[in-house]
């Protein structure tokens, strides 16, 4: 796939000649950026190939330049969830830490480049709280570089979206955690696994799209998000989850492949990501001290999954396969469960007093810390984007 283009040849050759000067400064990973037509009057998209470079697989190496951001510095968009250092999180090790892959060295984030590269584009996270702990990191980084700039939030649940008004780039969040629709029905909240329409309305015109999903359809009891499942004309009660997940996310699939066919939008899929509850996955002995991720200060070394890779991603993994046109999946999960010391644990705004005296009861080990690890989600879907 090729990245957009610009319609005047002038022009676009000498934004060419920019962009592979920048290139060449940010990493070793050599950029070619062909010019192709669109007649769908969007920019074409131009990609350069990193195919020999394995992004998910290596090792965290500590690195004492990161974070490229303080939360301090963000424009006060980070949720009270994922603000670690503002609820009283006393460590900073977690922040110090760099993704090396196997073979290969990733550029590192460049906010400016970034935003002269998708000037005049949308790129819209859709999913649920984890691509909103994405969205507001990818904010953080692109601000950070260009901190003067004239920006502007606009919040219209279920859609968020952060201008950058000097460049013309958007960056959006749609909250759906299913993807698939969800509707009131006689007053019953209805999950509708072969409907998308309602949510895709507000997808049409991104040009690029990260998609996520997977915890969601494992809730239970008050966190279940839905009364009945629709499914085949029929409603139910219950059905096996993920059996649900890959009806609702081969729905999604046919609407994503009959988009890409009409349009030059991109689209990514972020792989599940891991929690850490259960520390006997990475201390032996360590099931008598609860379920929880406080106190961990340091990644996981090695480079195979700790414990059970969860089911929902080899569902997403087959469904995406059988596309017409793939998605990309940023494959986080692996590179992600090594990092059982980036989570919010009990520093979050989320929590009162109480709660955060009993750890094992109330720790986040969900979601993560800002600035932290969705930072490195970010700088690999930087790379894959644009490089």
Same mark, same amino acid.
């Given at each position: 796939?090729?990245?957009?283009?610009?319609?005047?040849?002038?022009?676009?050759?000498?934004?060419?000649?920019?962009?592979?000067?920048?290139?060449?400064?940010?990493?070793?990973?050599?950029?070619?950026?062909?010019?192709?037509?669109?007649?769908?009057?969007?920019?074409?998209?131009?990609?350069?190939?990193?195919?020999?470079?394995?992004?998910?697989?290596?090792?965290?190496?500590?690195?004492?330049?990161?974070?490229?951001?303080?939360?301090?510095?963000?424009?006060?968009?980070?949720?009270?969830?994922?603000?670690?250092?503002?609820?009283?999180?006393?460590?900073?090790?977690?922040?110090?830490?760099?993704?090396?892959?196997?073979?290969?060295?990733?550029?590192?984030?460049?906010?400016?480049?970034? *935003?002269?590269?998708?000037? /005049?584009?949308?790129?819209?996270?859709? +999913?649920?709280?984890? %691509?909103?702990?994405?969205? $507001? !990191?990818?904010?953080?980084?692109?601000?950070?570089?260009?901190?003067?700039?004239?920006?502007?939030?606009?919040?219209?649940?279920?859609?968020?979206?952060?201008?950058?008004?000097?460049?013309?780039?958007?960056?959006?969040?749609?909250?759906?955690?299913?993807?698939?629709?969800?509707?009131?029905?006689?007053?019953?909240?209805?999950?509708?696994?072969?409907?998308?329409?309602?949510?895709?309305?507000?997808?049409?015109?991104?040009?690029? *799209?990260?998609?996520?999903? /997977?915890?969601?359809?494992?809730?239970? +009891?008050?966190?279940? %998000?839905?009364?009945?499942? $629709? !499914?085949?004309?029929?409603?139910?009660?219950?059905?096996?989850?993920?059996?649900?997940?890959?009806?609702?996310?081969?729905?999604?699939?046919?609407?994503?492949?009959?988009?890409?066919?009409?349009?030059?939008?991109?689209?990514?899929?972020?792989?599940?990501?891991?929690?850490?509850?259960?520390?006997?996955?990475?201390?032996?002995?360590?099931?008598?001290?609860?379920?929880?991720?406080?106190?961990?200060?340091?990644?996981?070394?090695?480079?195979?999954?700790?414990?059970?890779?969860?089911?929902?991603?080899?569902?997403?993994?087959?469904?995406?396969?059988?596309?017409?046109?793939?998605?990309?999946?940023?494959?986080?999960?692996?590179?992600?469960?090594?990092?059982?010391?980036?989570?919010?644990?009990?520093?979050?705004?989320?929590?009162?007093?109480?709660?955060?005296?009993?750890?094992?009861?109330?720790?986040?080990?969900?979601?993560?810390?800002?600035?932290?690890?969705?930072?490195?989600?970010?700088?690999?879907?930087?790379?894959?984007?644009?490089?």
């Amino acid at each position: 796939m090729a990245f957009f283009a610009i319609f005047n040849p002038c022009v676009s050759v000498l934004i060419s000649v920019i962009s592979f000067n920048f290139l060449l400064l940010a990493s070793s990973v050599r950029p070619v950026h062909p010019i192709i037509t669109n007649p769908h009057h969007r920019q074409p998209i131009h990609r350069s190939n990193h195919s020999q470079c394995a992004l998910f697989m290596g090792s965290w190496v500590r690195d004492e330049t990161y974070p490229i951001y303080q939360a301090s510095s963000c424009p006060r968009i980070i949720d009270p969830e994922f603000n670690c250092q503002m609820y009283g999180r006393p460590d900073s090790n977690y922040l110090k830490y760099r993704w090396k892959p196997a073979n290969c060295e990733l550029p590192r984030f460049n906010g400016l480049e970034f *935003l002269l590269r998708m000037r /005049g584009k949308t790129v819209m996270f859709v +999913g649920d709280s984890l %691509g909103r702990n994405q969205w $507001e !990191s990818l904010i953080c980084m692109t601000w950070s570089a260009v901190q003067r700039s004239a920006t502007e939030l606009i919040t219209r649940d279920p859609l968020y979206t952060f201008k950058f008004l000097d460049y013309g780039v958007d960056l959006s969040f749609y909250r759906a955690p299913y993807l698939v629709d969800v509707d009131a029905v006689d007053g019953r909240r209805v999950l509708k696994l072969e409907d998308i329409s309602k949510n895709a309305r507000a997808w049409m015109a991104a040009d690029v *799209l990260m998609f996520n999903t /997977g915890h969601w359809w494992t809730h239970k +009891g008050s966190l279940k %998000g839905w009364d009945m499942m $629709e !499914s085949g004309g029929s409603l139910h009660e219950e059905m096996d989850r993920l059996v649900a997940l890959n009806t609702g996310l081969k729905t999604w699939a046919r609407w994503a492949d009959s988009h890409v066919e009409s349009t030059n939008t991109r689209i990514f899929f972020q792989s599940v990501s891991p929690t850490h509850y259960n520390p006997s996955e990475w201390s032996a002995g360590a099931t008598s001290i609860g379920k929880s991720c406080y106190g961990e200060t340091s990644p996981m070394s090695g480079s195979a999954y700790p414990g059970i890779y969860p089911g929902q991603m080899k569902v997403i993994d087959m469904v995406i396969r059988e596309m017409r046109h793939p998605a990309y999946i940023l494959d986080i999960t692996t590179l992600s469960a090594m990092r059982k010391d980036a989570h919010p644990s009990i520093y979050t705004g989320d929590l009162s007093p109480g709660q955060r005296a009993h750890p094992d009861h109330s720790a986040d080990c969900s979601h993560w810390c800002l600035p932290g690890l969705p930072d490195t989600w970010n700088q690999l879907f930087y790379t894959a984007l644009l490089f």
